[in-house]
């Protein structure tokens, strides 16, 4: 069992930053690679950033490719996100996600979830 704990989300203008961060305890972290998800109001979850359990390789959806960062840190179990130039449509819910196996893009291919954090991004 993982338990992913999100932190780091809130309000921020146009073009500001946010990073986001995602503790995990229980099993071995760097077991697992993890990847950051997002939930807008009346939207389905959209993927947005995956790292190995290394950290080794990364993947991300389009629209945040040079202004999103995933990164992790496995001494201290947590796995980040860095969002910079934010934009309206970034709002959402952010969940971070821990799979046991490869990097993944689709919600059911991960096993444990965190509560989420809200990021809202005004115009």
């Known amino acids: 069992q993982v338990q992913l704990v999100e932190s780091g989300g809130g309000l921020v203008q146009a073009g500001g930053s946010l990073r986001l961060s995602c503790a995990a305890s229980g099993r071995t972290f760097s077991r697992y690679a993890m990847g950051w998800f997002r939930q807008a109001p009346g939207k389905e979850y959209e993927f947005v950033a995956a790292?190995?359990?290394?950290?080794?390789?990364?993947f991300y959806r389009d629209s945040v490719k040079g202004r999103f960062t995933i990164f992790r840190d496995n001494a201290k179990n947590t796995v980040y996100l860095q969002m910079n130039s934010l934009k309206p449509e970034d709002t959402a819910v952010y969940y971070c996600a821990a799979r046991g196996r490869d990097i993944g893009t689709r919600p059911y291919e991960y096993d444990y979830w965190g509560q989420g954090t809200q990021v809202t991004v005004s115009s």
């Open positions: 790292i190995s359990w290394s950290g080794g390789s990364t």
